[in-house]
């Protein structure tokens, strides 16, 4: 997937384990209707943000990503992510 748009928000590197690290950025898309979606970058990628400033035009290729898992009702649901893994000027 290839989400093109301006990044509005860089939110923190987040340390989520010794092995694990995570980074989003929000992106609104410039369209009739835009919408806004939030892509992580994991591990290594975070730092393909490194010299990205909020307000830049971006197309950020990335991977759809979805688990399956139950709620405590006994419900099962699917969380679904934007897996990042290359991002260029648009």
Same mark, same amino acid.
């Given at each position: 997937m290839? +989400? $093109?748009?301006?990044? !509005?928000?860089? *939110?923190? $590197?987040?340390?989520?384990?010794e092995? /694990?690290?995570?980074?989003? $950025?929000?992106?609104? !898309? $410039?369209?009739?209707?835009p919408?806004?979606?939030?892509i992580? /970058? %994991? #591990? *290594?990628?975070?730092?393909?943000l %490194?010299?990205?400033?909020?307000?830049? #035009?971006v197309?950020?290729?990335c991977? +759809?990503? *979805?688990? =399956?898992? !139950?709620?405590?009702? *006994?419900?099962?649901?699917? /969380?679904?992510? =934007?897996? %990042?893994?290359?991002i260029e000027? %648009?």
């Open positions: 290839v +989400v $093109v748009g301006q990044i !509005t928000n860089i *939110g923190e $590197v987040q340390e989520i384990s092995s /694990f690290k995570k980074q989003d $950025v929000i992106v609104r !898309t $410039v369209e009739e209707y919408n806004h979606y939030k992580e /970058f %994991a #591990n *290594g990628n975070v730092d393909l %490194a010299n990205w400033e909020e307000g830049a #035009n197309k950020i290729s991977n +759809v990503r *979805g688990k =399956l898992y !139950t709620k405590e009702s *006994g419900e099962s649901d699917v /969380f679904m992510s =934007l897996k %990042a893994w290359k000027r %648009a």
